[in-house]
């Protein structure tokens, strides 16, 4: 592109300019290309920038490659001279020497290309389906009666879960439900496994393992079969797959991802110290709850205890009180009989005044018919030889009227 430019013109060039060009040729020409090969004379000085020449398999080709410190802390592996890698690059040049160059922006072991972008296909297909949304999450519970593990039974991801399980709450069991974590059949097992521990629903959350690996020895967990596992159990799942920087279809699918085997035990079982603690920070305020409402119920009774007096007491003073007012009674009824008696003492001795008895006594005598008891009042109905009946204080004498006198 940039010939024609001075052919033309027949212009001698300088170094400095016939390298800008070349390098604005290479660089915009051949911007953002994958190339494959190994790895030579790999260096990493103190700035933390990688050096390296990539050659071809018949090393009859080589090219100078340089990675800057920014772009390197997405790798997940160690580079050395002697492995064979995929990159994607941008052509350049280096215009004080006039050296030909790579500028690194991504790097990758050999043979992963084409699972990267299988992953990547598979990972937008499931996410347009909504496999990831988190309206599908379940909740872990607080408690679990029971925890499943889906792992390898001999690898140390499942040593490190059941040693922080038994660390942190042994009395919660532990349920294994064994399966291959890698390889050809690993996909497969792995799904049935979670179906299993479904059908069987003796567990109340589940914890998906592995310990680290490459790219290929974690595929399995990128199978859209483990995938739609996941998203069609209804226990809920953490997975724990591969080092904190491996991301898995798997880890999109489930409930909670932990960024390794010991901190998805630490996520699903509570810590036994802190549930203690809550039990007895729990124990001591009902304790002094109860304390509590005991003293209030105590005062309550003493307030009511003072008011109640003991029913012997009570006795003893209605029996007092009874006395009292059986004595004041019988002085009241004496006073009311003496004086009752003085009065009619004294009535009868009026009424003895004026009886006819004691008229009698002084020396008078009553007149009657005989046979009744009608008093002659007067002589005017007397006549001679009337037959009379008188009565005197001591009996009755009968006499005949032998002379009626009247008074002048």
Known sequence: ???????????????HQLNNAIKHTLESQFRQVWVEGEIADFKKPSSGHLYFTLKDETHDSQIRCAMFKNNTYQLNFTPESGLKVLIRANASIYRPRGDYQLIVEHM?????????????????????????SSTHKQTLPEIPKCIGVISSPTGAAIRDIITTLRRRYPAIPVIIYPSLVQGDRAAAQLSRAINLANDRNECDVLILARGGGSLEDLWPFNEESVARAIFASTIPIVSAIGHEIDISIADLVADVRAPTPTAAAELVSPQWQTQFAEFEQMRSLLLKAMSYQLQTYNQQIDFISQRLRNPKQQLREAKLRLQQ???????????????ATYQIQHLSGRLHSLSPLATLQRGYAIARYPKSDSIIRSITPLKPNQRLDLQFSDGTVEVTVDKVNADK
């Open 1 to 15: 592109m940039f010939s024609s430019q001075f052919q033309d013109t027949g212009e001698i060039l300088t170094v």
């Open 108 to 132: 990758e072991e050999s043979g992963l290309g084409a699972l990267q972008q299988a992953f990547e296909v598979m990972k937008k297909r499931l996410q347009a389906e909504g496999l990831f």
């Open 325 to 339: 007012l059986w004595q004041s009674l019988t002085n009241k009824m004496q006073n009311q009989l003496s004086q």
